[in-house]
T-cell receptor
Framework: AQSVTQLGSHVSVSEGALVLLRCNYS??????LFWYVQYPNQGLQLLLK??????LVKGINGFEAEFKKSETSFHLTKPSAHMSDAAEYFC????????????FGTGTSLTVIP | DTGVSQNPRHKITKRGQNVTFRCDPI?????LYWYRQTLGQGPEFLTYFQNEAQLEKSRLLSDRFSAERPKGSFSTLEIQRTEQGDSAMYLC?????????????FGPGTRLTVL
């Protein structure tokens, strides 16, 4: 079984500051991990994904995440926050054996303070 | 636009009425998923199709819910005898395949309000 925990339902950062959104997963098989962003009244947009290979993955809009198997984590970071980064962020896991449904975390709402 | 589309975007209905939503996936994607998202929560899996076959259903999908994908292209999700607890955003996603190819592309969702 797979599950995701996102620590911190709300995160506030100043514009230009480091963004760190935490995601820990539980999976009985090697996981595939994803970060999605959701703007108000819109669907989810993929930021980045980890399937196999390099554990540091880079995504769109300057975001990146590192898969740490020993810590069962997949935290999302961005060196310098922009106002346009304000949104809801969801971490998701799926299993490499079936790769069917995604299990999503409860989300982290990011506020960027000017 | 070659993304996932959903119609309608918003639906307001009275309790007890039936509603139907439509999802058009990315054309070459053979997998289609339905999720439900309530306020302050992440999307929760409802069901998925591979081509026209419905292969998995969540226990969230009560017998009032039915989904179809008759020709392996678009899909419909019907809710019969709606209840206020059905109020949520219903999201559709599609993907090319399984495993590492299971990058799911989401539509904008249908927001259902049951009065």
């Amino acid at each position: 079984a797979q599950s995701v925990t996102q620590l911190g339902s709300h995160v506030s950062v100043s514009e230009g500051a480091l963004v760190l959104l935490r995601c820990n997963y539980s999976s009985s098989v090697p996981p595939y991990l994803f970060w999605y962003v959701q703007y108000p009244n819109q669907g989810l947009q993929l930021l980045l994904k980890y399937t196999t290979g390099a554990t540091l993955v880079k995504g769109i809009n300057g975001f990146e995440a590192e898969f740490k198997k020993s810590e069962t984590s997949f935290h999302l970071t961005k060196p310098s926050a922009h106002m346009s980064d304000a949104a809801e962020y969801f971490c998701a896991v799926s299993g490499s054996n079936t790769g069917n449904q995604f299990y999503f975390g409860t989300g982290t709402s990011l506020t960027v303070i000017p | 636009d070659t993304g996932v589309s959903q119609n309608p975007r918003h639906k307001i209905t009275k309790r007890g009425q039936n509603v139907t939503f439509r999802c058009d996936p990315i054309s070459e994607h053979n997998r289609l998923y339905w999720y439900r998202q309530t306020l302050g929560q992440g999307p929760e899996f409802l069901t998925y199709f591979q081509n026209e076959a419905q292969l998995e259903k969540s226990r969230l999908l009560s017998d009032r819910f039915s989904a179809e994908r008759p020709k392996g292209s678009f899909s419909t999700l019907e809710i019969q005898r709606t209840e206020q607890g059905d109020s949520a955003m219903y999201l559709c996603a599609s993907s090319l395949g399984a495993g590492k190819y299971n990058e799911q592309f989401f539509g904008p969702g249908t927001r259902l309000t049951v009065l």
